[in-house]
Every structure is written in structure tokens, then in C-alpha cells.
């Protein structure tokens, strides 16, 4: 082997990873053998005839790059996740990360970082941060002109550790002052209600209508913190005597197959939710379990699920599940169609833990039907997805409106006490030219959720005008 070839495989341990993988699953073909050695003179030719010289950095990103080229044509839900990948993989898993729990952004008067808002319940919340403070030192290394992600970097950290924030706040004598925190694990909730308790930011009102008793709650993920975070909301909602429940999936991409799996088993109490199946067409299927099922009796309390085209994967598996077992009545845009289950792999490439995200078998729901559009496609079916029960659609103008209802549904100015008897209102979301979104003078409709209301209110043959609809997304800011 010439010896620019050995170089490459020394500065590509991934592809040699993969490599051994291989052999070590399976007698040692000749043809695998040539197959990675394709991959190993295509790395040569490039060093040695590409017009500039790669780094070693771009070099492996080259492989990288040509790793996940093969792994998307494949299956577009695919992928290599190289050492910092992987991480941040498994903290959304987990459903945390390590830091102080700040929203940040850049100051574009002053170009210091600021806070947007902290997070209820967090490190920076506790310490009585509020929004719009600037944060104009990091330890000893002033922010002005730095970037968010290389603040984010120096800002998050092991939970345990401590971090020094210089904090500055207009009309405070001495205007700078420095903050101490200790990192701790910040939760990523996918659970959230109808709006924050202002007594307690940190909790949430799940009563949409209280004349009716109707509850609303809103996953916006399936992380590890899912199950939990939801049954503690139902038992408040039961204690509160709640008759119907509005479940909102829109815009929720799935995650955890098992979590699924365990929300179905909160509201079912027998039959299948899911059943899963692999190349060689052996089926696992996952069924319901009598004991811990909440919000019973199912023909007394009445259960509609929210979804939209984004709506994905496990938030699939829920709806669908719901909706065959004539548990929930569906409502909104028919679901986006990712009947696939990834199995992360992983293995080691020299010192650094990396991993595969690999599509290893296909769910299908309760009925029996596919979930999963390309397969669907394939097939020349239009079998898949979830089909909402009542269609009730929405422009990218309406959505886009949602978003930023969101961000001010999320937002929150500080730790009561810490921001003053009349603590200022969530603020419209302003674009690069510093002019508002949206025009929030007009008032935000959402058709969905009015139409889940009208369905819930004939189930319990209630009357009554319907209240102001919560706003639904995710903001998407950076936490630190």
C-alpha cells in the first residue's frame, strides 16, 4: 500500500472502524475487503491530485461527508455522528444538557451578549438573571463582538462545575456585578400547557376551558423526561376534574420509540400500540398494560390529538395508536409519514466514541397499516401517515404566526421578585431590521385547536364561547 494511503487510514479511523465492523460480523470477503479499499484509494487520489493541499480537519470531514452521502442515499433518516455529534445526540435523548439555563443573543447596540430570558428553574433563573441583562464578561473574557455559539461554548459545561457570569443592568448602582453559578443539568421539557403560573413560572395552567373542564397539553418531543413530565401533568388535570383533554402533537419530529410507546400506555389499557418489524420480516409488537392507565373512564373523558405535516415518528405512533383503538379523535393535517425506527450503533474510530444512526426496522400501527411514506411510494400505496379524522388546515403564514406566539409563550423575564411588582410582558419577536415579526394587533386564530374544542364541547354537550388558544412551538434560540 503506498504510503499516502496509510496516511489517510491513520487520519480516518472511522472508515477503519467501519471496516473491522464488518469483518468481525461476517467471514472476511474478498469482496468487502475491495470494497473499503475503493473508499481508501478515492481518499489517496484526492490527497494526492486535488488542487490545494486538505488540512486534517477538512480531510475528515471529507470522510464524513462521503460516510453520510452513502448512508442518506440509503435512508434519508441516516447518519454518521462523529464525537461531538454523538454527544449532543445523546443529551437530547436524555433530554438535558450541562449549563446555567440562559436564552442568549447579541446586544445589536452595544454587541455584548444579553440575556433573552433564563429558564424557569435553572442555575441563572435561581440567581435572579433576568432578560435583557448583558453579560459582558465570561470568567475574564469580555463578550463584546464574541458569537453565540463560541459564548454557549465557554458558558455550558459539566453540571457541578462553576462558571462566573460580569452581569450588567441598566439603572442599577453599581451598574455591573458578578454572578457565580454552579452548572447543573438543564432540562429540555417537551411538555408544556395553556401558559406559565405567573405566581410560578416554573409551572404551568393546564385548564383551556374551565366551564367545560376541557385540559390542554402539548408535547413538543419524545426525550426521556416525556412520560414523566406527562403523567405528573394528567394527575393535576385529574385532580382538577378535568372531562377532556386536548393532546397537542403539531410540529412534534417523535423521538424515543419506548417513550411512545409508554405515552400510549398512559390513556390505553389493552390491544396493540405498535408493532415493529426488520429486514427478515420479524415482528416485535408492543402492547398496552391494564394497570397505571389514567383518565378513566374512556367514554367519560374525551381525549382529540393536534397534528400537522411536521408531525412525526413517535408523535405518529401516539396518534395512531389513539386514533385505532377509538381513544381520540384526531384532528388537523394528515401526519408527515416516518414509519422507521434508527438504531444508534456505536463503536470506537482511535480515542473518540463515535456512532451510527442506522434504520434497522419499520413500525406499523394498532390496524396493521404502514406508517411510512417512502414505503408507501414504493409500494404505489397511499397508505401511511396519520389521517386526521376532522382535516383542518393551516398556511405558512398561520404557522408562521404560531412560531411566534410560541417564543412569547416560553418567554419569561425572571424569577418573581427578581424583575420588580410588574414584571414586563413577553416582547413581539423583531427581525434583523429591528421591526416586529408579525403584527400581533390582530389576534392570533387557531383553527385547529377551535375545531378540537367544538368537538370536545358536543362530546360533552356543553355550551360557551371558546377562551384564547395557546401558541404551540419551540423557540429556537440557543441555551446556554
Known sequence: MPLRNLAWLLVVPAIVALGLAVSFSAPPPDKDYSRVRQIVDVMAEVDANFYRELSDDEKQQFIEDMINGGLRKLDPHSEYLNGKQLKQFESDAQGSFGGVGILLALDPTTKFLKVDHPMPGTPAYDAGI???DLIVKIGDKSTEGITVADARKLITGEPGTKVTLTIRRAGRDPADAEVELTRGAIAQHPVSGVRRRADDPTKWEWTLDKADGIAYIRLTGFNELTTKELKAAMEEIERDGAKALVLDLRENPGGLLNEAINVCDLFLTEGKI??????????????????????????????VVLVNDNSASASEIVAAALQDHKRAVVIGERSYGKGSVQKLLRFSAGEEKVGVKLTTETYWRPSNKNMDRKLAEKDGSNEWGVTPDFEVKTTKEEKFRADVEQLKLQWVAGKPGAVGPKPPVAPTPKGPDGKPLVDDSKPFVDGPLNKAIEVLKKKLDGTGAAPPPPARRVPELVAS
Do not use: C, W, Y
Request: charged residues 40%.
Open 130 to 132: 433576568i432578560a435583557d
Open 274 to 303: 405498535v408493532s415493529t418489524r426488520d429486514r427478515r420480516n420479524k415482528e416485535r409488537t408492543h402492547d398496552a398494560k391494564k394497570d397505571g392507565t389514567m383518565f378513566l373512564p374512556a367514554e367519560q373523558k374525551h381525549i
